[in-house]
T-cell receptor, first 116, second 114 residues
Framework: DTGVSQDPRHKITKRGQNVTFRCDPISEHNRLYWYRQTLGQGPEFLTYFQNEAQLEKSRLLSDRFSAERPKGSFSTLEIQRTEQGDSAMYLC??????????????FGPGTRLTVL | GENVEQHPSTLSVQEGDSAVIKCTYSDSASNYFPWYKQELGKRPQLIIDIRSNVGEKKDQRIAVTLNKTAKHFSLHITETQPEDSAVYFCAASITGGGADGLTFGKGTHLIIQP
């Protein structure tokens, strides 16, 4: 499968715990995005990387959230001290201006987080 | 920041009829407008997109129109089929300027009645 992959697909945690999600973009895509989607809503933008540089962060990304893309390939999103309001689907997307249609963002299957 | 409004929230049409979903955006600097289809429990999938230098784009039964002056864009689906039933999201972004994150509308649940 050459699409965007995410791991884990489901995560259940207790309030106050830390969680980390991983996203593997389409090979050679230099741009990677994180979104959050709650039931009945559209995805909300969290942050964006071009290669290893984090270029844009939404104000939705509180201090408890941190994202990395250390080698410009896969990315991790960590949520510290989880709260029940963090329960959502966390979606990753990737795109490239060098290969394929520029700007088109391809989404992964998401990681569904449930905070008890 | 950008704000995208989408209407209607639910749209029910008879199979074979046309469906139209409308979106407005607030930031005149936005230049990229994709539409995504999301089936229950699945990832959003791009169905068509348009850039600000184009007024209309068509791909088989799907078309998108853009009115930059009025800051609105619409999705048109003709000859609807049962497999068109899904939630459709419009989005907007400013590409090439470091603000590439998409701002999505709240979605339209399209129901195709047999």
């Amino acid at each position: 499968d050459t699409g965007v992959s995410q791991d884990p697909r489901h995560k259940i945690t207790k309030r106050g715990q830390n969680v980390t999600f991983r996203c593997d973009p389409i090979s050679e895509h230099n741009r990677l995005y994180w979104y959050r989607q709650t039931l009945g809503q559209g995805p909300e933008f969290l942050t964006y990387f071009q290669n290893e540089a984090q270029l844009e962060k939404s104000r939705l990304l509180s201090d408890r959230f941190s994202a990395e893309r250390p080698k410009g390939s896969f990315s991790t999103l960590e949520i510290q001290r989880t709260e029940q309001g963090d329960s959502a689907m966390y979606l990753c997307a990737s795109s490239s201006r060098d290969t394929g249609p520029p700007d088109t963002q391809y989404f992964g299957p998401g990681t569904r987080l449930t905070v008890l | 920041g950008e704000n995208v409004e989408q209407h209607p929230s639910t749209l029910s049409v008879q199979e074979g009829d046309s469906a139209v979903i409308k979106c407005t955006y607030s930031d005149s600097a936005s230049n990229y407008f994709p539409w995504y289809k999301q089936e229950l429990g699945k990832r959003p999938q791009l169905i068509i997109d348009i850039r600000s230098n184009v007024g209309e784009k068509k791909d088989q039964r799907i078309a998108v129109t853009l009115n930059k002056t009025a800051k609105h864009f619409s999705l048109h689906i003709t000859e609807t089929q049962p497999e068109d039933s899904a939630v459709y999201f419009c989005a907007a972004s400013i590409t090439g300027g470091g603000a590439d994150g998409l701002t999505f509308g709240k979605g339209t649940h399209l129901i195709i009645q047999p």
